[in-house]
């Protein structure tokens, strides 16, 4: 969406201009607060000086202190009545909001560049200053990109960000920093602007894992997110929900000797599952050569058992996902219109003007129908690839394409879902109904399964596995340049997805960490590119999976692969 | 305020008068559209130039038909059988839509409202605030579950919500949560008779099947203001209705009115209702089709193309479209045309149907479950407990005050359905002081004698109709009381049973409490005072007052000697009160009793005066 198509008289109160020209700088704020008032909203409720941080907030999340745009048009001016329930929790534990960050609009897309605000750039290396043209910086990763920059700039110490298909992972590794996807229903998602609800996620981004996993597990007096249970969000696991899902896991009492043990004790005895359709044609050698380095350290230095794994649906995963999300976006986008709040593009349209002539001949129904207001106002409110999705979605949900599409893609779903269950030692507490442990262990049909998988029997793989690991984007970030020119072709911008959509179809917690990528390997033009290595663990395994996430970070740190 | 009297409803729907309390009054003198519900988004015209039938009073209306019937002559249709056509077979399916009574809206603590300031009730849920979530309140679950079980359906333990696509501005989000794919109640029945008003071709009871009873959002109600403005009230989006759809079972226009007339009593029979059809608080959609007679005969033959009219807001305006539908498609038929299956719509008075839209006009809802929103799961102890509490159902009610009352159909009817239901209440608070009254209470045999009964029914609807009939109000509550306090009716009721006053005086203490110059309790008491007891004339006093009067009457006495002959069929009666009345006048009449005096009359004629008569 071009800066001209905004509404007119509307008239911007935020930091990056929409005017692409006059930036000179790597437009990841949308508004920002001013460092030298200490005003109420930037004070944090928490009165220990010692546990403040600072919070980036993407711009979809409603806070009180600044608008909430989601980089869209149609939300230039918006402000939320309310404010979302975690950044009060976040508040309450000692933020201090620095500013609203950019995205791709309403979380849609992967690499920050499809906001009203213009794209948002990674910093350039080394010291170089920040050029006019941002064009030759590198992407960011969508759609928590601007969240992702302020955490990597040391501008925020936290970012909330939202993750639907990967939009927190994806910037997390462009970036080099930590990005966690927790559990579906974990974190409440009253005040975040939904994408696609049964999919979307409050995702942190920071520096260290130990920042994200202090908020989510607690520590000391401080309640764990974890356990918070938030009545406005009809999604938000109950209180006994919660209680009996983290029963049959480790690590959400943070003092108990599993919280207190080393790195390395953490690793030892681990069975990371390595997903062999993961393996893509797609994946760059690089990070194809990390991730077997990563999984090769772990298994020779540190007693953990790296097991090849079979996730069959996977290749379907994606195609799935990109008939729900866009279902779902279809409908929850219906709700803008310009009546009751945002930008409503007035008459003096060619459209409304047509319709105005033909209202005394044609039936008055006809102008309601053709929605004068509220085609004039979505055609103007609305980005490209917002508006490609809404209509993705509106076919896919049509009467004549849903059995084919919607439908289908919810039975891939389930199968995701099935492919994790049977990997992963843990059960899914959700699912204990359909998959009773007396009865017949879940059956692989061996034809799907990738052959390297080592078979125990005839029923199928030998080894049960802790955590997967993998990579969180196929690819380097490519440059702004790069992205913009193959906007013609989404779909293979879609791609850049591909493995971390999985983990958000069956609601699992994923945590993306920077890993190098070795130079001189086979990565775009040698460039030394940032990667991040993906965990994936069962559903609830939160506290655990962060805790690896820590430890492996730290061993990657001192073996000289980390970032 | 639950339920619309039909005797409300004959006199406003046939005469057009509306009594000036509650709802209605309120409802008609806003000059409101129609759209009371999510049905579809385009029904509506946008610009108020266009003439929407109920932005026109619902009065104005009803007197425009009356005249447009009588211009065309054709005011005298009425014995006319609208109800078949020979050759024909007319089918018929329903979608009912109705207000729950309940105090918060479906999917937000927002609290209902219908008279409140526009805008008071609205949370950011109904505004489609971005980033508010849907919260079900499961209360709503008890005005559903109960009319659900009053339709006679099977609650499904595990029901879903769905989000049905449109666009419109009395729909913030752009979508109404239904429960399209997996309704929460299924497979029901209502079953009608005679006394329902169903078409005298369907016998002594039809029975018509519920296919289903589900969960939905209302919309926010527009008010078209002068120019191309509308006004917005969101008070209303998003309070709970229920959609009941009927099997295509129905196949006369009577029994069409007569099954939307018996959903509405039992829903309000089961206090799941708001308010009734007129006052907007339930709406109907028809869908028609016919076939020849022929076709319908080999069964599975499949149904004529329907058609939909939708809105329709009267049990006439059912009853009226679903006929010209019927004519309409027939005549086509009839010319060799093809029926289109498409939306129509009705005005009250006209005398046909009008198209709204096509088929290629029709919306893809999209139907989508709604991600937000998990199963609903209704667990069996609720479903229990409320059928256990549900109390009896209107039909046995009937049952039970014919049989055991001895009362005609036509008088349990209206006790049941006058003011909202508590006439029935206030009845039988009256029958029980009545009988305490008459130490009838400990009676081991009721049946014996139902007069008390009966004269307490009476004295229910009739005479205390009467007291109303000059705009006052008797001010009936719920559970069964009024101006006219019931143990002070039970007491005129005792003395008259007993003949310790006469029906006249006991009709003047009536109006003495109903005026309030008779303090409650007082009633004895002024009979006493005013000096009303009935001391009733000996028999013979009554014998010598008719001996008085029928002196000079021998062209009347001749009358009787000619039915005593045989020379008339019919007993003079005229002639007889006739005498009586002559009688009345003629002695004291606060001690005399016309039975008593018609009684001796009578004796004294057959024992005296026509033995004298035949002997001269």
Redesign the interface.
Known sequence: MSARARPRGLHLRHVCPPNGHQRRHLNHFISRADASLTSAEATPVSNDPSSTFTLAVKDN??TASFP?T?ASPF?ID?R???E?TIVSQLRARGARLVGTTNMDEFGMGSHSTHSVFGPVAQDPEGDAPIPADTSSLLSAGGSSGGSAVAVAKGEADVALGTDTGGSVRLPAAYCAVVGFKPSYGMIS??????Y???LDTVGFLAREVSRIRDLIVGGGTRPGLWAEHD?????SLSSAARTRCAGGREGYKFDTAWGKKRPADLLRGLRVGIPLEYNIEELDPAIRDSWARVAALLQSSFGVRAVPVSLPTTRHALAAYYVIAP??A??N???Y?G???GARATSNTTAAAAAEDG?AAA???D???G?V??AASRAAGFGAEVKRRILLG?YT???AA?DNY?LQAQRVRRLVRRDFDRVFALANPLHDGDADPESEPPSFDLSDLDERVPMADKRGPEEEVDFLLCPTAPTPPPTLREVLAKEKNPVEAYMNDVFTVPASLAGLPAVSVPVSVQPGGAGEAGRPGAAGLQLIGQYWDDARLLGVAEALVEVLRDEGMGR | MSRVSTAELSKYLLTGSITRRGCLHARFSTATTSRGFATD???????P??PTAPAVPFRKQLKDQNKALKTSGNKKKKNVDNQTVPGWELTVGIEIHAQLNTRHKLFSPAATSFQDSPNRHVA?FD??????????QSETLIPAVRAALALGCDIRAVSRFD?K?Y???DQ????QITQYYHPFARDGRVSLYPRDGIAPADGDRVDIEIERVQLEQDTAKTTAMAGSVHWLDFNRVGVPLIEIITKPQIHHPATAAALVRKVQMLLAAVDACVSGMEAGGLRADVNVSVRRAGDAVSPGSPLGTRTEIKNLSSFKAVEDAIIAERDRQIAILEAGGIVEGETRGWSLGSTETRR??GKE?EV?Y???PD????PLVIADDLVTRLADSMGVLPDQEIDDLISSYGLSTKDAMSLLTLDDGARVQYFYNVLNALEERLDLANDASPTSDQRHAQLAANWCLHELGKLTELSSDLGMTPDGECRVPSVDLAAILAHLHRREITAKVAKELLWGVFRCEIPSGGVTQAIESNGLWFHELSEDEYADLADRVIQGEDKVLSEFLRFKQGKTKAYPQGKLMFLVGKMMRAGVEQRMDPSSAEKIMRARLESVYLPALEAS
């Open positions: 999340i409603a909430t989601c939300l918006y939320s009545p309310y979302a998602r009253f005040g975040v602007v939904p696609a609800n049964s009545p406005q969000d009809p999604t279902a779902e279809s409908s986008l219906a709700k219109d009546i009751r709040y209202s039936p008055a129904s102008a309601a129908e929605g207001l509220y509106g949900l049509s009467a849903m919607f | 988004a385009r029904l509506q015209p946008t610009t130039t266009t950011l505004l489609a605030v971005p980033g508010s979530q849907p919260l079900f989000r696509h666009f419109h501005w913030p989000s752009g979508y709204l839209r006009g893809d999209r139907y989508m991600p937000d929103l998990g």
